[in-house]
């Protein structure tokens, strides 16, 4: 069973930067990707960043594209988010996720979407909020 555990969140101004972390319990499979999501209240789960944990390839989607870089330490099982620029937007409780079958998001309309269906494993989140 995928478990993860989320850290790194906390209270910033607009414009400052956070650093997320999400561990991941040890894999015997490959081709996996991990992503991080955001949830604010009363709104749906929304895909932020996946990265592809044997290859690397990264994925954003286009609200936090050249903001958010996600990155892996394969060696301690770990993927971050880093945030910067932050806008009060941001703010949400933000999760990570594994995807087993190796599908790290979907492209359509030239946006790359990713998808919590094609996740599991939920962690119980970070809180990151954003002020003005």
């Known amino acids: 069973q995928v478990q993860v555990g989320e850290s790194g969140g906390g209270s910033v101004q607009a414009g400052g930067s956070l650093r997320l972390s999400c561990a991941a319990s040890?894999?015997?499979?490959?081709?996996?990707?991990m992503g991080w999501f955001r949830q604010a209240p009363g709104k749906e789960r929304e895909g932020v960043a996946s990265?592809?944990?044997?290859?690397?390839?990264?994925y954003y989607t286009d609200s936090v594209k050249d903001r958010f870089t996600i990155s892996q330490d394969r060696a301690k099982n770990t993927v971050y988010l880093q945030m910067d620029s932050l806008k009060p937007e941001d703010t949400a409780r933000y999760y990570c996720?594994?995807?087993?079958?190796?599908?790290?998001?979907?492209?359509?309309?030239?946006?790359?979407?990713?998808?919590?269906?094609?996740?599991?494993?939920w962690g119980q989140g970070t809180q990151v909020t954003v002020s003005s």
């Open positions: 996720a594994k995807s087993t079958r190796g599908i790290c998001s979907h492209l359509s309309g030239g946006n790359w979407h990713i998808l919590a269906s094609d996740y599991t494993g």
């Open positions: 040890r894999q015997t499979h490959d081709n996996f990707c």
């Open positions: 990265i592809h944990f044997d290859f690397g390839n990264t």
